[in-house]
Each structure stands twice: as C-alpha cells, then as structure tokens.
C-alpha cells in the first residue's frame, strides 16, 4: 500500500518521508524552499526539517493559514519572496499544509520563472483524499473558488497520517466529505464501508482507497475534458454556498461542510433528473445530516447563489452543468437542470434538519 503510481508521479503513504531525498539529490536542486501556513510550519514541519538540514538547509516562507488567503496579492508576496531569496529555475518548492497551501503552492511553483519542480506534503485529510491529487493548481477571485489556475504535476506526494494527529475534528470531518463523495460516484462498497466508520479515527487504508479512487479518474482524464467531471458532484451548489458563506458568515463553512450541503441538494438534483432512487435519495440524505451540522440557505441568497453557480469553471455556453448520481456508486456528467428544480433542491435541504437549524448571519 505505500505508492500509487500517478501520470508523472508516485503518491507515497507512511514513508516516514523517505523517498523524499532520493528525489532532492536526483534533481540537483539549487535551493529547497518550504512553503507553509503558521499552524503547519510549527506543528508539522519537525517530522523533517532535520532531514533538509542534512541537504543543504532550507528557506522557509510562511503564510497566515485560511481560504480568505488564497488570492493573487498573496501569490505575488510569495513570487517576490522567491526573487529575493534568489530562487532560480532549479530550486525545488515543498508545500506543506492544507488544501490553500497546495493549491496555491503548486500555482506559484508552476508559474515562477515559468515552472519550477514542487513536492505536495498535505497536512490535513482534505487535502490528503483531494487537493493534493490530480495536477490542479489554483487561487480564488472575488471569492470564487479555484477561477484561475494551471495543471502542473508535482515531483511526488507524500501522505503520512500522523499529520492528522494536529487536526480539530471539524477539519477531519470536512475531508472526510470528499471520501464520502468518492464512494457515491464510484464505490458503493466503499461507501457502505465508510458508513460504517468513525471519521475522528480515519484509517490509512480507507485515505489510500479514496486517493486510489481519485487517482484513477484523473489518469483516464488529466484536463477535466470529460470523465474527470464526476469529481464535480457535490462541488456545483457546494462552491456556491461556500463562497457565498466566506463573504457572508462571520463563521464561515469548511470546504467539506459546504459540499456536504452540495451533495444534499445534488442528489435530490439526481432523483429528479437521472436514476437515483427516492431510497437512495432518503439514504444519502440521512446519512450525511447524522453527521454534519445544519445550515439555512436563506432564500434571498438563491439568487446570489445561482450567480455564483454561473461563474463556475465546469460551465458550457452559459448553462450551468451538473454530475448526477444514477444510482450509489456511479453517475453521469454535463447534466443540465431547470432553475425550478435547482430552487427546489435547496429548499429540499433546508427541510432535511427538521428541528434543528442554526440561523447564519
């Protein structure tokens, strides 16, 4: 279980970071820098700072942790850091955090000087099962997640689990949404299993079969030209309440949270528009509100949060697309639906939390 093999790369799992030298000597590296938020520079990055010291030491640059970060003005610090530290073309950039610090990282590295090498190091489960795999790169605009961005293939990721030691539950029960959703388009099986687990005590086995899952759909599709879109379900109507929550709620939603509330409202899209049974509709339902907390999409905000859903990347002549589930465990891409439906799905998930709703500001 300890490497998947990626288009251009290795995924390796609790190598204790080992390879991670092997690949430093091959390629000869100028410089090494670290980039990391405050929380993973101080909690994370003793697990191998020795191990660079050894090399040839390290530059580190730091961020404040938090999406709100994840920006063009943060980016261009960061280039200019690199051009002070006199980073040339054969430096190597290591990312060390979350999903922000891949995203952006990879950006950053795939478009300095044109590309240097990088290294995904995620911290957290979110970023372990789905920001560090697949090649995309990316920062936020106006509070629309991931607008611009670039594919760019690191050198190697490296999953470690006790990383996930430093996490509250709240960030290990936003991965685990996207576990969830690898099941519903893929792996029922998968998704019964994950059922029937305690997300406070994910286990390895259960990361790598997510990672393994992710992996295979974007070797069949690197450029998201068609079935890479089944990685979308939940992600339509979950960016939008997303975003709109980052610029609206003092407590904004996790990343996982609002897919959680995506995958609701999209496989009520899926009963009324492909095969997903009403069983099945009432299973995902039921389960996914046992275990995360409610919140009122207010109906003033439909409109503002269709606008967001226009902004989406994954859109095609105007129209905004959609991956349905057919049944549990596999699903359909590029699904149009009508403002109807999409209006009664999240009214549908403002009814799935009968007796228990916390009104957001």
Same mark, same amino acid.
């Given at each position: 279980?300890?490497?998947?093999?990626?288009?251009?790369?290795?995924?390796?799992?609790?190598?204790?970071?080992?390879?991670?030298?092997?690949?430093?000597?091959?390629?000869?590296?100028?410089?090494?820098?670290?980039?990391?938020?405050?929380?993973?520079?101080?909690?994370?990055?003793?697990?191998?700072?020795?191990?660079?010291?050894?090399?040839?030491?390290?530059?580190?640059?730091?961020?404040?942790?938090?999406?709100?970060?994840?920006?063009?003005?943060?980016?261009?610090?960061?280039?200019?850091?690199?051009?002070?530290?006199?980073?040339?073309?054969?430096?190597?950039?290591?990312?060390?955090?979350?999903?922000?610090?891949?995203?952006?990282?990879?950006?950053?590295?795939?478009?300095?000087?044109?590309?240097?090498?990088?290294?995904?190091?995620?911290?957290?489960?979110?970023?372990?099962?789905?920001?560090?795999?697949?090649?995309?790169?990316?920062?936020?605009?106006?509070?629309?997640?991931?607008?611009?961005?670039?594919?760019?293939?690191?050198?190697?990721?490296?999953?470690?689990?006790?990383?996930?030691?430093?996490?509250?539950?709240?960030?290990?029960?936003?991965?685990?949404?996207?576990?969830?959703?690898?099941?519903?388009?893929?792996?029922?099986?998968?998704?019964?299993?994950?059922?029937?687990?305690?997300?406070?005590?994910?286990?390895?086995?259960?990361?790598?079969?997510?990672?393994?899952?992710?992996?295979?759909?974007?070797?069949?599709?690197?450029?998201?030209?068609?079935?890479?879109?089944?990685?979308?379900?939940?992600?339509?109507?979950?960016?939008?309440?997303?975003?709109?929550?980052?610029?609206?709620?003092?407590?904004?939603?996790?990343?996982?949270?609002?897919?959680?509330?995506?995958?609701?409202?999209?496989?009520?899209?899926?009963?009324? $528009?492909?095969?997903?049974?009403?069983?099945? &509709? /009432? !299973?995902?339902?039921? *389960?996914?509100? +046992?275990? =995360? %907390?409610?919140?009122?999409?207010?109906?003033?905000?439909?409109?503002?949060?269709?606008?967001?859903?226009?902004?989406?990347?994954?859109?095609?002549?105007?129209?905004?697309?959609?991956?349905?589930?057919?049944?549990?465990?596999?699903?359909?891409? $590029?699904?149009?639906?009508?403002?109807?439906? &999409? /209006? !009664?799905?999240?009214? *549908?998930?403002? +009814?799935? =939390? %009968?007796?228990?709703?916390?009104?957001?500001?």
């Amino acid at each position: 279980m300890n490497t998947i093999e990626s288009a251009g790369h290795k995924i390796h799992f609790e190598t204790q970071l080992a390879p991670l030298m092997e690949i430093i000597n091959e390629g000869k590296y100028s410089k090494v820098f670290v980039f990391a938020d405050s929380n993973t520079s101080d909690l994370c990055l003793s697990v191998f700072r020795q191990m660079l010291d050894d090399f040839n030491g390290f530059d580190l640059i730091e961020t404040d942790p938090g999406e709100e970060n994840k920006n063009i003005d943060f980016c261009i610090g960061i280039w200019k850091t690199l051009l002070d530290f006199g980073a040339d073309r054969k430096c190597l950039m290591i990312n060390l955090g979350g999903g922000v610090i891949t995203d952006m990282g990879g950006f950053v590295a795939s478009t300095y000087k044109r590309g240097i090498d990088f290294v995904n190091i995620p911290t957290t489960l979110l970023s372990m099962v789905d920001a560090s795999v697949g090649g995309k790169t990316g920062i936020d605009i106006d509070n629309v997640k991931n607008m611009v961005g670039t594919f760019s293939l690191p050198q190697a990721v490296f999953i470690e689990t006790e990383f996930l030691e430093t996490l509250p539950e709240r960030e290990l029960l936003s991965g685990f949404a996207e576990m969830i959703k690898h099941g519903l388009i893929a792996d029922k099986d998968y998704y019964n299993v994950l059922k029937a687990a305690d997300y406070k005590k994910i286990n390895a086995a259960d990361i790598h079969r997510s990672v393994e899952i992710k992996n295979e759909v974007v070797t069949e599709d690197p450029l998201e030209k068609g079935r890479r879109k089944i990685l979308n379900f939940g992600h339509t109507i979950g960016h939008a309440v997303e975003s709109y929550s980052l610029s609206k709620d003092k407590n904004s939603l996790t990343h996982g949270e609002a897919i959680a509330i995506g995958m609701i409202c999209e496989a009520y899209l899926s009963h009324k $528009n492909s095969t997903l049974t009403a069983a099945e &509709l /009432t !299973e995902i339902t039921t *389960y996914i509100t +046992s275990i =995360y %907390p409610a919140y009122k999409i207010k109906e003033k905000s439909f409109p503002q949060l269709a606008a967001l859903m226009q902004s989406d990347k994954k859109n095609e002549h105007g129209n905004i697309l959609f991956t349905l589930l057919e049944a549990i465990g596999t699903c359909t891409y $590029n699904c149009r639906v009508s403002e109807t439906d &999409l /209006t !009664e799905s999240m009214n *549908y998930y403002n +009814s799935a =939390y %009968p007796k228990k709703r916390k009104e957001k500001a």
